[in-house]
């Protein structure tokens, strides 16, 4: 509700008498160019210029026509086509033709939207992420541009920023309202105005950055990805800031200080993102550049306590694992039910995965990731163990925020007993409890040398059985990378990856069956999940165990 009632605020902020609000003043020049982070591909360039536009999982041929005015396929690809984040394509490319066809582009657009608020090309994050792209591209754009384009560009820029000042606060809460503060604070940068205001635009940045980021670096909406997002556009901001000579507020410093090792902590062994609460597919050579500037030496922290996860590593393996509850209500549009879910992984090679989140334009699917079923972890009766609120056709304009879930996440480190060599961590949700009457609690062990992990899954019964009627059934998954192979030998199952072999047992019986990974850069991949069925009236507790073999 109070979302909508933000979009409405928003509405009416945009109307045709409001539009008038951010005619004014153009600078003569930008103050200075920012860098960037993002790399592009010149050959997505060049189909862009033979008018083939691949965005959002979408394509639209515009042939000689305009893009913008093409009928669009999706909210998504609408989204990606005004935030001119393809724009690092053409600045890959570099040549004269790339630089007129970018040129030409924008040109169109400012034709045919700039002169009309409202619709996909001035939500909030896309705005937002326009006048970055514009900003980070200026060079490209107005090094060889005539006086007129030149003209239209800057009052351009100087209208979407006075825009986005006046409906930041009425941004959806979490990364849309990061996004647009970010994008004020680098115009306050790149485009000459008065110090005060300057000023003050990075400085609700800081602020806004004190909101969103928990102590332990983790983003208030509990995704990985959204640190890489947010890096990605902020340490641009702060270096631009201090090779103009302009003081930096602590909150950023503060910020970007915890961001780094956090983002460290949730990749794993091949580098790249583990995958709850929104991750999907990982731009690697972003993280590599983000990971350039983490100057922290050691490990990463074991317990990401306020984003809730956990870490334990050993000689190249790597557990990650989800021990917090959802986010607040307004931080949980992407949000997963995966709950005490957990991702293996050694050396270059993941093992265990969580299905991770789909490629933009494919709602049925990404609801289908959202599901506790899609995680390594327990599901009772097929159901999550968290609740989606919303209707599907009203998820474009609020989202699906998960709604009664767990509510309370117990964890506590287990310490390592006489000659046992291992790191590990019992938790447990109360997510089932409401409808089912159980508490899930795991138990997640690793060996010193990474050798093993072991597991114990027990749904502890809450109230007392109501008869033959109140007989449950649940499943432990296991969801496996798809470069793993699998083979069944007696009780066991043989995993063949990478030139490494590993061993998956427990002491109940298990079946091998389909499932799908959501987070490769290609699509959809089908790949296989191991699932441990029990009645827990019967079978409370099982335990399973993987174990490298060479």
Not at 69 to 77: G, H, L, R, T, V
Not at 167 to 177: D, H, L, N, S, T
Request: glycine share 8%; aromatic share 8%.
């Amino acid at each position: 509700m109070q979302e909508a009632w933000r979009r409405l605020r928003r509405r009416l902020r945009t109307g045709p008498l409001h539009s008038l609000r951010f005619v004014g003043s153009a600078p003569e020049r930008l103050a200075v160019i920012p860098p960037t982070l993002h790399q592009g591909d010149p050959f997505v360039a060049e189909a862009i210029y033979a008018g083939s536009f691949h965005l959002a999982g979408r394509l639209v041929e515009a042939g000689r026509g305009s893009i913008f005015q093409a009928p669009s396929p999706s909210d998504e690809f609408s989204a990606e086509l005004h935030s001119f984040f393809w724009l690092r394509h053409h600045a890959a490319a570099g040549d004269a033709l790339a630089i007129r066809n970018a040129r030409a582009l924008v040109s169109d657009w400012l034709r045919h939207c700039s002169g009309r608020l409202g619709g996909p090309a001035f939500e909030p994050e896309v705005a937002a992420r326009r006048l970055i792209a514009w900003l980070n591209h200026g060079d490209l754009l107005l090094g060889t541009a005539d006086y007129e384009f030149y003209r239209r560009f800057l009052r351009s820029l100087s209208a979407q920023t006075r825009y986005l000042r006046s409906i930041a606060q009425e941004a959806p809460a979490g990364m849309p309202r990061l996004m647009v503060r970010m994008a004020i604070a680098l115009a306050g940068v790149c485009l000459p105005m008065p110090s005060g205001r300057a000023k003050a635009s990075v400085q609700h940045l800081a602020d806004e950055l004190d909101r969103q980021i928990l102590p332990d670096g983790g983003h208030a909406s509990r995704n990985p990805a959204a640190l890489a997002a947010i890096l990605a556009e902020l340490l641009p901001i702060r270096e631009t800031l201090v090779n103009q000579g302009q003081p930096v507020p602590k909150g950023i410093y503060s910020a970007i200080d915890r961001m780094l090792p956090a983002l460290r902590f949730f990749r794993h062994a091949d580098g790249t993102l583990a995958l709850f609460n929104g991750t999907g597919a990982c731009e690697m050579q972003l993280l590599a550049a983000l990971m350039r500037f983490d100057e922290t030496l050691g490990e990463p922290l074991s317990n990401a306590r306020h984003s809730g996860y956990h870490r334990l590593a050993a000689d190249g393996t790597v557990v990650i694992a989800d021990t917090g509850c959802p986010p607040q209500v307004a931080l949980s549009r992407s949000a997963h039910a995966g709950t005490l879910a957990f991702e293996l992984s050694s050396q270059a090679a993941r093992i265990v995965v969580n299905c991770g989140s789909p490629q933009p334009g494919q709602p049925e699917l990404r609801r289908l990731s959202r599901s506790t079923a899609a995680h390594s972890t327990v599901t009772v009766e097929d159901r999550s163990s968290s609740r989606f609120a919303g209707q599907p056709q009203l998820d474009r304009f609020l989202g699906s925020p998960l709604v009664p879930g767990p509510t309370e996440v117990r964890v506590e480190e287990i310490a390592a007993e006489g000659s046992e060599r291992t790191i590990g961590f019992d938790a447990a949700h109360d997510g089932y409890e409401r409808e089912f009457g159980f508490l899930h609690q795991r138990r997640l062990q690793l060996s010193t040398d990474g050798a093993m992990l072991s597991g114990r899954d027990h749904l502890l019964a809450t109230r007392k059985p109501r008869g033959r009627e109140d007989t449950k059934r649940a499943a432990i998954r296991f969801h496996l990378h798809p470069q793993v192979s699998v083979e069944t030998i007696g009780d066991t199952a043989r995993l063949s990856l990478r030139g490494q072999l590993w061993r998956f047992s427990a002491d109940r019986p298990f079946t091998v069956e389909d499932s799908i990974f959501f987070a490769d850069n290609s699509g959809s991949r089908r790949t296989l999940q191991l699932v441990v069925e029990v009645d827990p009236g019967l079978t409370p507790e099982v335990a399973w165990a993987f174990e490298r073999m060479s």
